[in-house]
Antibody
């Protein structure tokens, strides 16, 4: 059974960089066949896809966040990470990591496993 | 890209059916058959309930069904049960630039 677990600081000061890590267990990131995504949920609101990374390091980001987002992967630790720079209160949200299955070389556009989520508050 | 529009809440008695709508545009819901639905209980991670408009992952009860007409997708829960009380979100592929757009979310209450 695949499990994803987010970790990182729960409080970040405005203008600083938010950093989170997702640890994957029950499966290897480097085996391929999946995109690894970050998704966030503002308090009491809907979900927003942030971006994904493939085990090879290729990435794609939501255009609305692209200038501030970096997603990286560490296959030796079976982890992938999110960095969001120049944060403001509007970045306060629960951040989830999630897995998107591929079918051969093609994405399937569905998230079949999610982490429990971690609340990040941006405040001085 | 605007969020997909869902009703804020729907409710039903045990055993009844409820339907949640998810309205987008021809650039997302109407343009692709990649609509998925997620169930989220308070404080828990979202769970995939429906994908590719109407397919159910293994383990999801057949009480859950999905459909689409034009720019609107729908999730129907038949034979409503107490454990179905949760928030539900739709999600659609929105093209290679935006990639995903999620719905505003619907709270399902079992009376």
């Amino acid at each position: 059974q695949v499990q994803l677990q987010e970790s990182g600081p729960g409080l970040v000061k405005p203008s600083q960089t938010l950093s989170l890590t997702c640890t994957v267990s029950g499966g290897s990131i480097s085996s391929g066949g999946y995109y690894w995504s970050w998704i966030r949920q503002h308090p009491g609101k809907g979900l927003e896809w942030i971006g994904y990374i493939y085990y090879s390091g290729s990435t794609y980001y939501n255009p609305s966040l692209k200038s501030r987002v970096t997603i990286s992967v560490d296959t030796s630790k079976n982890q992938f990470s999110l960095k969001l720079s120049s944060v403001t209160a509007a970045d306060t949200a629960v951040y989830y990591c999630a897995r998107e299955r591929m079918s051969g070389y093609y994405p399937t556009y569905r998230f079949d496993y999610w982490g429990q989520g971690t609340l990040v508050t941006v405040s001085s | 890209q605007s969020a997909l529009t869902q009703p804020r809440s729907v409710s039903g008695s045990p055993g009844q059916s409820v339907t949640i709508s998810c309205t987008g545009t021809s650039s997302d819901v109407g343009g692709y058959n990649y609509v998925s639905w997620y169930q989220q209980h308070p404080g828990k991670a979202p769970k995939l309930m429906i994908y590719d408009v109407s397919k159910r992952p293994s383990g999801v009860p057949d009480r859950f069904s999905g459909s689409k007409s034009g720019n609107t997708a729908s999730l129907t829960i038949s034979g409503l049960q107490a454990e179905d009380e949760a928030d539900y979100y739709c999600c659609s592929y929105a093209g290679s630039y935006t990639r995903f757009v999620f719905g505003t979310g619907t709270k399902v209450t079992v009376l």
